[in-house]
């Protein structure tokens, strides 16, 4: 089998050509093999383009545990320079994913604009800010300085599983410092459900960070920093709380590709 493998600012993707649709799309075991780092590629995530009549094409996301997830981000803009790459788009794409369709652009330096589904707006709970994105978030904001030795593991496996959560399906959770000087970047780390770790970096997380930081005061577009490098979410407060017009901005990276026998 063919496969190719991308990044969106460290989260990283095994993509695979799937428009004949030969993929086994139920072994879930396939894909969690695959996605293994040390006995398969190695892969925060798999994701299967298809054709999709109505639309350029579809996306089907896997986390790494092997189950189909709900929207990913940093993903979805992965597979459209993936789409791009195989000439099923040029500079512009409508696909569909997990949670609903999607419009991108490509600049000519690479970055994905991808707009992102609207918000409905935000709910305090006891372990933050809940927000979804696409995907359920909450966002956690951390004293000045405090970020780099925060325990993201231990604390964000604690809210996944947590009662309240855990009975709900789970959650993602992102840790954040808040700049010191205006114009610099939130820095944020995350802890993905699915992957059950803390990733390098997460779409539909910053995404709920930079709408939360709209509560503090953050104006569009937000500048972002995780550990792989820098993102950007920009969008449209609405009177009632929503968001709208909601794009997250960034680039997505071919790293290689290959053929791994089944």
Avoid at 164 to 183: I, K, L
Avoid at 242 to 251: H, M
């Amino acid at each position: 089998m063919r496969f190719h493998k991308y990044q969106g600012t460290g989260n990283d993707f095994v993509m695979i050509d799937d428009r004949s649709r030969s993929f086994p799309a139920d072994d879930y075991a396939l894909v969690r093999r695959l996605c293994e780092r040390r006995r398969g590629i190695g892969a925060d995530g798999l994701i299967l383009l298809r054709t999709l009549p109505g639309y350029d094409f579809e996306m089907v996301y896997y986390n790494a545990d092997g189950y189909l997830g709900s929207m990913c981000g940093n993903g979805g803009r992965c597979t459209v320079a993936f789409a791009q790459q195989l000439g099923v788009i040029q500079d512009k794409a409508h696909f569909l994913a997990a949670d609903g369709p999607h419009e991108a652009t490509v600049d000519a330096d690479g970055t994905v604009r991808l707009r992102m589904m609207d918000v409905a707006g935000q709910q305090e709970v006891p372990d933050g800010i809940f927000l979804n994105t696409g995907s359920p978030h909450i966002v956690r904001f951390l004293p000045a300085s405090s970020l780099a030795e925060h325990n993201v593991y231990a604390e964000g496996r604690a809210i996944r599983f947590g009662e309240f959560f855990n009975a709900r399906g789970g959650t993602n959770v992102n840790f954040v410092e808040e700049p010191q000087v205006s114009g610099q970047p939130w820095q944020v780390r995350t802890y993905e459900r699915g992957v059950e770790d803390e990733t390098h970096s997460c779409g539909t997380g910053v995404t709920a960070v930079a709408l939360a930081a709209a509560r503090r005061g953050a104006l569009s577009p937000v500048p972002l920093r995780t550990i792989g490098g820098d993102l950007s979410v920009s969008f449209r407060q609405q009177p009632d709380g929503s968001f709208t017009e909601v794009y997250l901005n960034g680039p997505a990276e071919f790293v290689f590709a290959g053929d791994i026998q089944l």
